[in-house]
C-alpha cells in the first residue's frame, strides 16, 4: 500500500536504515533540493521560510529520500536571492530564526533526513563586513580579504575576465581606487583565497553550522575559489567549442577559455582543509562545477582521494533537450574514465535550469512516459542522486512575464534568456487553496495553474501518479544498493535504446531504456538470462531473447 503523508512513524523507522556505513552515508544517497523561498510560507508575507519547510518534511521523508539540501537562508540583502551573504553564521530573517533552523535540524532528524545546507564560500555580499573594512583602505586588517587589482594605464579593467552575469568581471571602487573582481554581480565580491586567513575564517564558519547538526554542504561554484594571482588574460575558447556552449547560453562569457579566472589547480589546497574538518563530524561536500566544457573531468579531480571532495557535479545533464543514449554513455564515461575513485552526482533539474519537465518532454512527447523515463534513468546510473523541489510532481518550466522577473539574470539578457525564475516558482501543495497552499499572501512568484492542478494532495489520490511513481523507484533503489554503488558498465544497443549493467555486492542487474517515442526490442547478449523484477513501475518484459520496451519504458532485471 502506497504511504500517506500522515505516516511518519513508519516513514522515520524506514529511512533510518542505512545504506552505506555512518561516515560513507553520502555515497549513492538521494538528495531532495529545497528552494526555501518557494517551498513554503508560513507568515503570509508570500516568501517560504524555515517554518515552512520543518511543516513540509514529511512530504521529503515519504519519496523515501535520504537528505536534504536546503539552498542559502543565511543573511542576506538578497540581491542574488541568498547567493550574496552578509552573514555567514545566522539566518535571514524573511526565513526566520536560528531557532526556527534549530527546530528543522530536529525534525529531519527524527524522520531520518540527513540535512545538507549551501555554502556560499567563493564570494560574498559587499554589504559584509569583511568587505566594508576591506574596501575602507589598502593597509586595513582586511585589505587582501577580496580581490584587488590597480588598473591599467588607461584606467581600464587589469584584465579581460567577464561576469557570468553580463560585462566585465571588474568593478572602480573609488574609495580604494582599485577595481575588485565579482565573477557575478557587481554586489557579490569574490575572496581572496590565496589569503589563508580568509580561508580559515570561511572554515570557521562552516564548523557553526556543523556544531548544529548539519550533515554536509552543498558548495556554490566551488571550481570559482581560486584565482590566477598574476591575473593573466584568459585566451578564447577553441571555435568549434565555442559554438557548442553559445548554442546554450548566448552570452559573451562563453567565448573565453576560463583557464585563469576560475578552474584553478590550487582549490586543491582548500579542498584538503575543508575535507580534514568534514572528516572530523562524518559530514560530506558535494561541489558545483559551473563548467561545461571540461566539467566532468573537474568532477572526477575534485572528488578523487581522501583529502578532497566527496561528490560533485557539473551541467552536462542540465541543459538541453532529452539527450541520446550515446551522450547519456559518453558523459557516464568520461567521468568514470577520469575518475574511477570519484563520486558523482546527478541531477536533471535544478534551482538554476529550465526544469526537464520542459525540456525532456519537447516535441510532442508525452510527459508523464517521457518523466518516468527520466526518473528511471536518473535512480539507476551510479553516483548520488539531486531531485529538485516539483520534480516528482512533474512541474514545468513556468513562463514567467516580463513585469513578474525578480532574477538579475534574467532582466539583464531578456527575452533572449529568461532567466532562472521559471524554474523557481513556489511549491503547489494543494489544488484547490490560493497559490496552491503555498501561502495566504501573494506569492514572491506567481503560481501558474498548470502546477496547482499537479499539487501533491492531488496526485497523492492518485495511486498512478508521477509521485507514487517516484516514490516506488526509490524504493525499490533502497532494496537494491547495487544501484546505488554497483559498477556500471554500458552495453551497445540499438539507436535510441541505452543499456547498462549494475554490478556489486553479489548483485547484478541489467537496466535497459527506450528513449524514443515508439516501441523498441533489445536482443539480449549471449549469457543473459535476465529475470524481470517489479516494484519499479516499468513495463518492459523479456520474451524470446529479447527485451521488448514500449515508448519510453524501461527495464530492470536479474541476471
Same mark, same amino acid.
Given at each position: 500500500?502506497?504511504?500517506?503523508?500522515?505516516?511518519?512513524?513508519?516513514?522515520?523507522?524506514?529511512?533510518?536504515?542505512?545504506?552505506?556505513?555512518?561516515?560513507?552515508?553520502?555515497?549513492?544517497?538521494?538528495?531532495?533540493?529545497?528552494?526555501?523561498?518557494?517551498?513554503?510560507?508560513?507568515?503570509?508575507?508570500?516568501?517560504?521560510?524555515?517554518?515552512?519547510?520543518?511543516?513540509?518534511?514529511?512530504?521529503?521523508?515519504?519519496?523515501?529520500?535520504?537528505?536534504?539540501?536546503?539552498?542559502?537562508?543565511?543573511?542576506?540583502?538578497?540581491?542574488?536571492?541568498?547567493?550574496?551573504?552578509?552573514?555567514?553564521?545566522?539566518?535571514?530573517?524573511?526565513?526566520?530564526?536560528?531557532?526556527?533552523?534549530?527546530?528543522?535540524?530536529?525534525?529531519?532528524?527524527?524522520?531520518?533526513?540527513?540535512?545538507?545546507?549551501?555554502?556560499?564560500?567563493?564570494?560574498?555580499?559587499?554589504?559584509?563586513?569583511?568587505?566594508?573594512?576591506?574596501?575602507?583602505?589598502?593597509?586595513?586588517?582586511?585589505?587582501?580579504?577580496?580581490?584587488?587589482?590597480?588598473?591599467?594605464?588607461?584606467?581600464?579593467?587589469?584584465?579581460?575576465?567577464?561576469?557570468?552575469?553580463?560585462?566585465?568581471?571588474?568593478?572602480?571602487?573609488?574609495?580604494?581606487?582599485?577595481?575588485?573582481?565579482?565573477?557575478?554581480?557587481?554586489?557579490?565580491?569574490?575572496?581572496?583565497?590565496?589569503?589563508?586567513?580568509?580561508?580559515?575564517?570561511?572554515?570557521?564558519?562552516?564548523?557553526?553550522?556543523?556544531?548544529?547538526?548539519?550533515?554536509?554542504?552543498?558548495?556554490?561554484?566551488?571550481?570559482?575559489?581560486?584565482?590566477?594571482?598574476?591575473?593573466?588574460?584568459?585566451?578564447?575558447?577553441?571555435?568549434?567549442?565555442?559554438?557548442?556552449?553559445?548554442?546554450?547560453?548566448?552570452?559573451?562569457?562563453?567565448?573565453?577559455?576560463?583557464?585563469?579566472?576560475?578552474?584553478?589547480?590550487?582549490?586543491?589546497?582548500?579542498?584538503?582543509?575543508?575535507?580534514?574538518?568534514? #572528516?572530523? $563530524? +562524518?559530514?560530506?561536500?558535494?561541489? *558545483? =562545477?559551473?563548467? !561545461?566544457?571540461?566539467?566532468?573531468?573537474? &568532477? @572526477?579531480?575534485?572528488?578523487?582521494?581522501?583529502?578532497?571532495?566527496?561528490?560533485?557535479?557539473?551541467?552536462?545533464?542540465?541543459?538541453?533537450?532529452?539527450?541520446?543514449?550515446?551522450?547519456?554513455?559518453?558523459?557516464?564515461?568520461?567521468?568514470?574514465?577520469?575518475?574511477?575513485?570519484?563520486?558523482?552526482?546527478?541531477?536533471?533539474?535544478?534551482?538554476?535550469?529550465?526544469?526537464?519537465?520542459?525540456?525532456?518532454?519537447?516535441?510532442?512527447?508525452?510527459?508523464?512516459?517521457?518523466?518516468?523515463?527520466?526518473?528511471?534513468?536518473?535512480?539507476?546510473?551510479?553516483?548520488?542522486?539531486?531531485?529538485?523541489?516539483?520534480?516528482?510532481?512533474?512541474?514545468?518550466?513556468?513562463?514567467?512575464?516580463?513585469?513578474?522577473?525578480? #532574477?538579475? $539574470? +534574467?532582466?539583464?539578457?531578456?527575452? *533572449? =534568456?529568461?532567466? !532562472?525564475?521559471?524554474?523557481?516558482?513556489? &511549491? @503547489?501543495?494543494?489544488?484547490?487553496?490560493?497559490?496552491?497552499?503555498?501561502?495566504?499572501?501573494?506569492?514572491?512568484?506567481?503560481?501558474?495553474?498548470?502546477?496547482?492542478?499537479?499539487?501533491?494532495?492531488?496526485?497523492?489520490?492518485?495511486?498512478?501518479?508521477?509521485?507514487?511513481?517516484?516514490?516506488?523507484?526509490?524504493?525499490?533503489?533502497?532494496?537494491?544498493?547495487?544501484?546505488?554503488?554497483?559498477?556500471?558498465?554500458?552495453?551497445?544497443?540499438?539507436?535510441?535504446?541505452?543499456?547498462?549493467?549494475?554490478?556489486?555486492?553479489?548483485?547484478?542487474?541489467?537496466?535497459?531504456?527506450?528513449?524514443?517515442?515508439?516501441?523498441?526490442?533489445?536482443?539480449?547478449?549471449?549469457?543473459?538470462?535476465?529475470?524481470?523484477?517489479?516494484?519499479?513501475?516499468?513495463?518492459?518484459?523479456?520474451?524470446?531473447?529479447?527485451?521488448?520496451?514500449?515508448?519510453?519504458?524501461?527495464?530492470?532485471?536479474?541476471?
Amino acid at each position: 500500500m502506497e504511504r500517506g503523508l500522515d505516516d511518519t512513524a513508519a516513514i522515520a523507522a524506514d529511512t533510518q536504515t542505512a545504506m552505506a556505513p555512518e561516515t560513507d552515508w553520502w555515497r549513492g544517497c538521494v538528495l531532495y533540493q529545497i528552494y526555501p523561498r518557494s517551498f513554503q510560507d508560513t507568515n503570509g508575507d508570500g516568501i517560504g521560510d524555515l517554518a515552512g519547510i520543518t511543516r513540509r518534511l514529511v512530504h521529503v521523508a515519504s519519496l523515501g529520500v535520504d537528505a536534504i539540501w536546503i539552498s542559502p537562508f543565511m543573511t542576506s540583502p538578497m540581491k542574488d536571492f541568498g547567493y550574496d551573504i552578509s552573514d555567514y553564521r545566522d539566518v535571514d530573517p524573511i526565513f526566520g530564526t536560528l531557532s526556527d533552523f534549530d527546530a528543522l535540524v530536529a525534525e529531519a532528524h527524527r524522520l531520518g533526513l540527513k540535512v545538507v545546507i549551501d555554502q556560499v564560500l567563493s564570494h560574498s555580499s559587499n554589504l559584509h563586513p569583511w568587505f566594508v573594512e576591506s574596501r575602507s583602505s589598502r593597509d586595513n586588517d582586511k585589505a587582501d580579504w577580496y580581490v584587488w587589482a590597480d588598473p591599467k594605464p588607461d584606467g581600464t579593467p587589469p584584465n579581460n575576465w567577464l561576469s557570468v552575469f553580463g560585462g566585465t568581471s571588474w568593478e572602480w571602487d573609488s574609495r580604494r581606487r582599485q577595481y575588485y573582481l565579482h565573477n557575478f554581480l557587481t554586489s557579490q565580491p569574490d575572496l581572496n583565497f590565496h589569503n589563508e586567513a580568509v580561508r580559515r575564517a570561511l572554515l570557521d564558519d562552516v564548523r557553526f553550522w556543523l556544531d548544529r547538526g548539519v550533515d554536509g554542504f552543498r558548495l556554490d561554484t566551488a571550481n570559482f575559489y581560486f584565482h590566477d594571482a598574476a591575473l593573466a588574460d584568459n585566451p578564447p575558447l577553441d571555435a568549434g567549442l565555442q559554438s557548442e556552449v553559445m548554442a546554450s547560453r548566448n552570452q559573451p562569457y562563453n567565448f573565453q577559455d576560463h583557464v585563469h579566472d576560475k578552474n584553478r589547480p590550487e582549490v586543491l589546497v582548500f579542498f584538503a582543509e575543508l575535507r580534514a574538518f568534514l #572528516d572530523e $563530524y +562524518g559530514a560530506m561536500a558535494v561541489g *558545483e =562545477v559551473g563548467e !561545461r566544457i571540461r566539467g566532468v573531468e573537474l &568532477m @572526477a579531480e575534485y572528488t578523487t582521494g581522501r583529502d578532497r571532495l566527496q561528490m560533485c557535479y557539473a551541467f552536462d545533464f542540465l541543459s538541453g533537450n532529452m539527450p541520446e543514449p550515446q551522450a547519456i554513455r559518453a558523459v557516464v564515461e568520461r567521468f568514470e574514465a577520469a575518475g574511477p575513485e570519484g563520486w558523482a552526482c546527478w541531477a536533471f533539474s535544478n534551482h538554476d535550469v529550465e526544469r526537464h519537465a520542459t525540456r525532456w518532454t519537447a516535441g510532442g512527447r508525452d510527459a508523464e512516459r517521457a518523466l518516468r523515463l527520466a526518473a528511471g534513468i536518473l535512480l539507476t546510473l551510479r553516483g548520488s542522486v539531486c531531485l529538485y523541489q516539483g520534480e516528482e510532481l512533474g512541474l514545468t518550466e513556468a513562463d514567467v512575464a516580463y513585469e513578474d522577473l525578480v #532574477d538579475p $539574470y +534574467g532582466i539583464n539578457f531578456w527575452p *533572449e =534568456v529568461k532567466g !532562472r525564475d521559471g524554474c523557481r516558482t513556489p &511549491m @503547489a501543495w494543494e489544488a484547490a487553496s490560493p497559490s496552491a497552499g503555498f501561502t495566504s499572501g501573494r506569492p514572491w512568484l506567481p503560481v501558474p495553474p498548470e502546477h496547482a492542478a499537479r499539487a501533491v494532495d492531488a496526485l497523492e489520490a492518485d495511486p498512478g501518479s508521477l509521485l507514487h511513481f517516484y516514490r516506488r523507484l526509490i524504493n525499490f533503489r533502497r532494496e537494491h544498493p547495487v544501484l546505488a554503488t554497483g559498477a556500471i558498465a554500458f552495453l551497445d544497443a540499438p539507436d535510441g535504446v541505452l543499456a547498462f549493467t549494475r554490478e556489486g555486492g553479489g548483485e547484478t542487474l541489467l537496466c535497459v531504456f527506450n528513449l524514443t517515442g515508439r516501441p523498441a526490442a533489445y536482443r539480449l547478449p549471449d549469457g543473459f538470462d535476465p529475470r524481470g523484477l517489479g516494484g519499479h513501475g516499468f513495463a518492459g518484459h523479456v520474451a524470446g531473447g529479447t527485451v521488448h520496451l514500449g515508448d519510453h519504458d524501461g527495464f530492470i532485471g536479474a541476471l
